[in-house]
């Protein structure tokens, strides 16, 4: 069981982006109606009950926030819509500290967009540009422990609580 504690995102026009990045980037695209940004990975480390009582004695404070740019992690090759807000590192951070797990990389919070196969960097590039300044999406407050099940067609999302 892979278990990680997330928000739900959601993209004011995610078939807009979608078309505009389509002549770019070959990949599957996640369904819509499983965007999230993910604030700490916890594996198969944890049973989701030793999960929920660690966060619920955690001091976390999240809010709502903007999504805002499109953007990739060329190491991994996925596309991400990201978010700066200031809450989501906090949390990570307190969530990392909660469970005494040290982050590998610098925690950038996104919103995992697909992983893809191809890419036209030049074309890409330039879509790029045409996102920065746009708001996007936003992300809600609340937070979810959420489970991936992986299977042949991808990955599958299901929230076993919301705090």
């Known amino acids: 069981m892979r278990l990680f504690l997330a928000q739900t995102a959601t993209l004011f026009d995610y078939t807009g982006i979608r078309d505009a990045f389509a002549p770019c980037i070959e990949g599957r695209w996640r369904p819509e109606a499983s965007l999230h940004a993910t604030l700490l990975f916890l594996g198969d480390r944890f049973l989701p009950e030793q999960v929920i009582e660690t966060v619920r004695g955690c001091d976390l404070s999240l809010s709502n926030a903007y999504i805002k740019g499109i953007d990739r992690f060329a190491h991994n090759r996925i ?65 979810k422990l959420m489970r991936s099940t992986l299977t042949p067609s991808g990955a599958v999302y299901d929230t076993l609580h919301q705090f």
């Open 79 to 143: 596309l991400y819509a990201e978010s700066d807000h200031p809450t989501l590192v906090e949390g990570h951070h307190l969530l990392s500290h909660a469970f005494a797990m040290t982050p590998h990389r610098r925690y950038i919070p996104h919103v995992t967009l697909m992983r893809y196969k191809k890419i036209d960097i030049g074309c890409f590039e330039r879509e790029k540009m045409n996102t920065e300044a746009v708001i996007a999406g936003k992300l809600e407050g609340t937070l």
